[in-house]
């Protein structure tokens, strides 16, 4: 383990013989911890402690040795005191978010997207360590929810303490909420947990969730949403072909705003230009009745299209169990699902081919590697949905890096992963880093935590209060 900042600032003062020195010390933190330990061994070996060395008397020493043995005693005396005290939560603040989007706005089959908005939580400890997430969904409602009903059960607490934290606020909630709001703000403080987590231990998240199957990401690309005042068949296939251009295995069309007939025209359309080649995806929202999406299935068959993206409302799951035993396209949902009890059904009911849990939407990272167990158990493929900036991003793609292959081969296809085009300036602005997908993949982060650090001044001018 490499010196941290405030390890070499310690031993800097060594170096030097002063008494700052002592003090330099006394900020140090676990990361340096390692390496104290390494050298008090070292010194031990060396020079025998006497038995009355004291930090008091340091200060006269003679020597180095001397002076370089109380300076450690008392760097062992600290060691201690952190050993036997609790990391603790000491703020939860959330951001709201908010970005217009003007001429770019776009819809999909439920809305127009005129804003972008979303919750970003930075939760802090005691020990300086800060953790970031991010909730889907209103974003001045949830930061509400955080800052007012869970930052109150949360201050005080230890953060590695994900399941009882969860549980802590999951469970009084209840009345209120099983699902939506509740859990999408529930996913923001758990994930700022888990960055915290991987941070205090210098471990990327994905090590802590069991270790990665898969060190980049097959990223698709999301977009190809109904445009503002252009005619939707010329616009798309331009931004298809330029999908196509900068590399991307497969796309997501995004379907139901247009009458079936002139969305299957469309997307006919948008085959024919990128070529038999590429991969089809599919994405209504919610847009239709079981026997429609079995008519389009047909339709779409014949186009090659790969999987079909909630075709009914998440609450229509006897429809979906038809629709998945009538066709050969992978009917694919679990976006607008929450938790394991939420998952149970989808799963247990066998509605769909593969699960598209959302870190953000479902309860954060915990509920997530549960939503995951689940699916494996019955056989069922996930594949995160991914709808936020580069904090969700990052979040997902170390939930991503920890599924296995469902079912598992020697040689099993890469999961995808989603990589959300449209229109959205908080993606990049919400964090210092920035995700890039070279030829269709994307490096999963491999450094502390999350891999990000969120960029508080972005985050200040483009949040909205009450
Ligand atoms: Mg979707």
């Not at 930061?143 to 469970?171: C, H, K």
């Not at 075709?311 to 229509?316: S, T, Y």
Request: hydrophobic letters at 40%.
């Amino acid at each position: 383990m490499s010196l941290s900042k405030s390890a070499t600032v310690g031993f800097r003062g060594i170096e030097a013989r002063t008494v700052e020195a002592a003090d330099a010390l006394s900020t140090f933190s676990y990361e340096c911890e390692e390496s104290v330990k390494v050298a008090m061994h070292s010194c031990e070996e060396k020079w025998p402690l006497p038995s009355n060395c004291q930090l008091e008397s340091a200060t006269a020493a003679r020597s180095d040795r001397d002076y370089l043995r109380a300076i450690l005693v008392r760097a062992s005396s600290i060691m201690r005191e952190k050993e036997n005290q609790q990391v603790k939560i000491t703020e939860v603040k959330a951001y709201a978010l908010q970005q217009p989007l003007e001429s770019s706005s776009f819809a999909f089959s439920q809305t127009w997207v005129n804003t972008r908005q979303t919750t970003i939580v930075v939760v802090a400890t005691d020990e300086g360590i800060e953790g970031c997430g991010e909730a889907f969904g209103p974003a001045k409602t949830i930061a509400r929810l955080i800052e007012t009903a869970f930052a109150p059960l949360m201050v005080g607490q230890d953060p590695f303490n994900t399941e009882p934290i969860w549980d802590s606020i999951y469970r009084p909630h209840r009345h209120n909420s099983q699902k939506g709001i509740l859990c999408e703000a529930l996913s923001a403080v758990d994930i700022a947990l888990w960055d915290i987590k991987g941070k205090a231990t210098g471990q990327p998240v994905y090590n802590l969730l069991g270790g990665a199957f898969r060190n980049r990401a097959h990223a698709y690309a999301t977009g190809l949403y109904r445009p503002q005042g252009a005619d939707p068949k010329v616009a798309l296939i331009e931004e298809a072909l330029g999908y196509k251009k900068d590399g991307f295995f497969a796309m997501k069309y995004k379907m139901g705003t247009v009458s079936m007939e002139k969305d299957l025209d469309i997307l006919g359309a948008i085959r024919d230009a990128i070529g038999w080649d590429l991969t089809l995806l599919v994405d209504a929202n919610c847009a239709y009745d079981a026997s429609d999406a079995m008519w389009l299935s047909q339709q779409m068959e014949e186009m090659n299209v790969y999987w079909f993206e909630e075709p009914l409302p998440p609450e229509d799951l006897d429809g979906y169990a038809e629709l998945k035993n009538s066709t050969t396209i992978k009917i694919v949902a679990g976006e607008c699902e929450a938790t394991r009890f939420g998952f149970r059904e989808l799963i247990g009911r066998r509605c769909v081919d593969i699960l598209q849990p959302d870190v953000c939407i479902c309860g954060g990272i915990t509920e997530f590697q549960k939503i995951v167990a689940m699916a494996s158990a019955a056989n069922t493929a996930v594949i995160p949905h991914v709808w936020g900036t580069n904090v969700a991003i990052a979040a997902a793609l170390h939930c991503y890096a920890a599924i296995p292959n469902i079912p598992g081969k020697i040689n099993p296809p890469e999961p995808f992963f989603e990589f959300d085009r449209s229109p959205n300036p908080l993606r990049e602005g919400a964090t210092h880093e920035k995700f890039v997908a070279k030829e269709s993949y994307i490096e999963i982060p491999n450094t502390p935590g999350l891999g990000v650090t969120v960029n508080k001044e972005f985050l200040e001018a483009n949040s909205r209060q009450g």
